[in-house]
Structures are given as C-alpha cells and as structure tokens.
C-alpha cells in the first residue's frame, strides 16, 4: 500500500482506498450513466497519469502507477453491471458466493434446461438466433429486476440471488454466440 507521504504526492481528493463510487463520485448505486463514468475515467487518468509526474522522481512516479491501475480496476468494475452488481453487493456485506451457492428457483433451472435443449437442437443460424434473442430479452430483464431490487428496494439477499441468476444467462448467452459463430454468424 502507499505510505501516506508518498500518497500525498499524487492527491485526488480521495484516499486510494475508498470506495469505487467515491473515486468516481457517482452515487453508490446499480443504474449508472455509462458516459459519466467515460468522462470521470479520463479525468482521473489525466490528473494520475504517471508521465504528470516524470520531473517528481521514482516515488512520485510508482505512486502515480499504483493511482493508475487503481482507477483502472474501478472503471472496469463500475463499467459493467454485472461486475458493478457484484461490488455493489459485496459492500453493502452481501457477498454473490457464485462458486459455492449454485441453488436457484426451479422454474429459472427448468428455463436453463429448455435453452439448452434448444441449443443442442438448433441446426440453422435463424434457430440460434432466435435462441439468442430470447436469451438477449432475459438478461435486459434481469438487469431491469436488479435494478429495482438495489436501488429502490436496497434487498441485498434478493439481489444476490438475481446476480446469480444474471451470471448463468450471461454464460449461456456466450454459448449461444459460439453457436452461431460455428454456424457461420
């Protein structure tokens, strides 16, 4: 970590450890303006770039380095919703547990098994396609669910579950495209 004095060096107004959405002083929260945060990236990267501080020595310039990947790893996160969602979760105490919780509603695990049923089925590109758009509207309603669910409910749990649910539409959407790459798409 960066010794105080030397994080004095490079001085954005925030500490190096504070949260993603402090960083980018956007509301901790899912919805998001994509073009707020691509604004606010390039800010902080003007202000932390380590070339600003070439003529300040080698202290300056690692710590101008550790700023850089800092906000680097925050626009990735805060970028994507899924990946948003997670960290979202994470500081309001309710972590995903992806790896070791796989249990969800039994009609999601029954559309699970129709998709991929239809996936092995399909042997045109327009089958998979349609596959693919079907799978396309659930993950925008998911993300709509989500939506609600953090920002206006503030429901960790329930948005634990629903992240869950996004992550498994997700790989069967990149299922789907390989598909349709395969078939010519």
């Given at each position: ?10 001085d954005i107004g925030v500490p190096i450890d504070a949260s993603d959405f402090e960083l980018f002083q956007v509301a901790s929260q899912f919805v998001q ?71 969800m509603p039994v009609d999601f695990l029954l559309q699970q098994m129709a998709w991929r049923e239809a996936l092995d089925e399909a042997r045109s590109l ?60």
């Open positions: 970590m960066i010794s105080e004095a030397a994080g004095r060096l490079v303006d994509r073009a707020v945060l691509d604004t606010r990236w390039k800010q902080l990267q003007t202000q932390v770039h380590p070339d600003r501080f070439v003529s300040d020595g080698a202290v300056a310039q690692r710590v101008a380095m550790q700023w850089t990947l800092r906000v680097n790893e925050a626009y990735q996160r805060l970028k994507l919703p899924l990946a948003r969602a997670v960290y979202l979760c994470e500081l309001n105490g309710q972590p995903i547990g992806a790896e070791s919780n796989t249990a327009g089958a998979v396609e349609a596959l693919g758009d079907a799978v396309a509207a659930r993950q925008r309603s998911l993300l709509d669910e989500l939506s609600i669910v953090m920002d206006e409910r503030r429901d960790w749990p329930a948005a634990a579950l629903q992240i869950r649910a996004l992550m498994f539409v997700t790989r069967f959407a990149e299922d789907v495209e390989r598909r349709a790459e395969a078939l010519g798409g």
